[in-house]
């Protein structure tokens, strides 16, 4: 069941450290998750192919409120979390609860934790100079990934499909 994916980052560093023992390659990445789509499954699989085991970072309700306002998220955290592990490409989803500056999600908390090989970003983050800064000084690979679709899918993004829903 998908719900096993979600875990406490506790348990998420000592996988990280016991997978890393094995010569697997962590790779991190984080966002908010609110409405699903496929540019999240399409973020996700690019995450994947650069290793071997992909743990994502589902921002908390608290600290999306802060982020994009009182009336978001539109989905709770649990229900983000569910609908994140249910991804094939996830294998572990855990709860970022931290605000790095105001408007800013930290996931600092995680990555010092997990100390994955990889941490990746979309190109246009808002907050890429704080995490590579913070890569940098824990030794972890940052990427950069555009966000992009394949020819077979429409670009989509959770505010979006919020304009689409508030406009008909």
């Known amino acids: 069941m998908n719900k096993d994916k979600i875990i406490k980052i506790e348990t998420a560093a000592k996988i990280s450290a016991q997978l890393k023992k094995q010569g697997k390659k962590i790779i991190f990445c984080s966002g908010c998750f609110d409405i699903l789509h496929s540019g999240h499954a399409v973020f996700f699989e690019q995450c994947k192919r650069l290793g071997d085991v ?11 409120r802060k982020l994009k306002g009182q009336q978001r998220p539109f989905n709770s955290e649990n229900n983000r979390l569910f609908l994140v592990s249910a991804m094939q490409d996830v294998d572990y989803v855990i709860l970022g609860e931290n605000e790095l500056l105001p408007g800013k999600i930290d996931f600092g908390t995680a990555v010092d934790a997990l100390r994955p090989d990889v941490f990746v970003l979309n190109s246009d983050d808002s907050a890429v100079k704080e995490k590579k800064e913070l890569c940098c000084r824990l030794g972890i690979e940052i990427k950069l990934v555009k966000r992009s679709v394949p020819n077979f899918l429409h670009p989509m993004s959770s505010s979006k499909i919020i304009k689409n829903i508030l406009d008909s």
């Open 54 to 64: 992909l743990v994502v970072s589902v921002g908390s309700d608290c600290v999306i």
